[in-house]
């Protein structure tokens, strides 16, 4: 009987907080932010401002692929839209920002020949 009531006063009595205590806690919270800064808000930012200057340095003759995996030739570049001509005598409009990268000159010819 003995055991249970030492027990009971053991759960009832709070334990003391060590002193110095109260400032680890922010500690974790910068540390936690400057990791997820430096893994997470950093790259994605970096990538989104080099898509921002692909985009904007697109040109008519330029080689590109779209989001969908679509490949062509810029043909008309308009405010917000580019032409993109699949073959001679096909054509698709699509939005700039489905654009996900330019080509280097001839890809298209190289796939072609390599068919």
Known sequence: MSFL????AAGAA???APAGAA???IIMLVIF????YFMLIRPQSKRAKEHKSMIEAIQ???????IGGIVGKVVKIKDQFVVVALSD???IIVQKHAVSATLPKGTIENVYSNN
């Open 89 to 91: 005598d096909n054509q």
């Open 33 to 36: 932010g400057l990791i997820f």
């Open 23 to 25: 400032w680890q806690p």
């Open 5 to 8: 009531t030492l027990a009971a």
């Open 60 to 66: 008519k003759g330029d080689e590109v692929v779209t």
């Open 14 to 16: 709070p334990a003391a």
